[in-house]
């Protein structure tokens, strides 16, 4: 089990703000007029009015105090704003040499552009080679699927397919009688397959 001590602790531990934006985050102060609300902006400003009405009233020590924690915001508005300027920095830094990068990028590719468009010798050609209609093409080396077959069939150089023959059919069987045929003309019906 645990002691209330350590509970106190831990729980304390959870509200602590860590890192983030404190330009724009709101504090909780407790001064000894009791607690001030706000950005430390806000929390500065309120500090500075509360000292400026103790030196009104003659109260150096409250004025002081004041003074002292509205010292302690602005340190921590002052950290904060260092700190957001060098990220600031730093992403500007990072964003130049992107673009340093892309625009030597760009010129090597103008360059070899030029350069290709000057010697046209020297640009690679494609592998393509035309044979005449009839000329033996040499051995690719590639497997005849269907469909290279069916796309060579298509193509006018090629024979056109046989024409289908008929299927032979059965003959038809021999009526045993002429009165067995509906139509009496002698002419039987063909079988039913």
Request: charged share 40%; hydrophobic share 25%; net charge neutral.
């Amino acid at each position: 089990m645990r002691s209330s001590k350590s509970r106190s602790r831990a729980k304390n531990n959870r509200n602590r703000p860590s890192g983030g934006n404190v330009v724009n985050r709101v504090f909780d102060s407790s001064g000894p007029e009791g607690k001030v609300r706000g950005t430390p902006q806000q929390i500065i400003d309120k500090y500075n009015q509360l000292a400026r009405d103790a030196q009104l009233s003659n109260d150096r020590v409250a004025a002081e105090n004041f003074q002292q924690h509205a010292e302690h915001y602005l340190r921590l508005l002052s950290d904060a704003q260092r700190e957001m300027d060098a990220r600031r920095e730093e992403q500007e830094r990072q964003n130049r040499e992107r673009q340093a990068e892309r625009d030597r990028e760009r010129a090597e590719r103008q360059e070899r552009d030029a350069a290709r468009q000057a010697d046209p010798a020297e640009v690679p050609q494609p592998d393509v080679m035309d044979f005449p209609p009839g000329a033996a093409t040499p051995e690719s080396g590639l497997v005849e699927t269907p469909e290279s077959k069916g796309a060579e069939a298509e193509t006018p150089e090629k024979k056109e397919k046989p024409a289908r023959r008929p299927r032979a059919r059965k003959p038809k069987a021999a009526p045993a009688s002429a009165e067995e045929t509906p139509g009496g003309d002698g002419d039987a019906p063909e079988a039913a397959e």
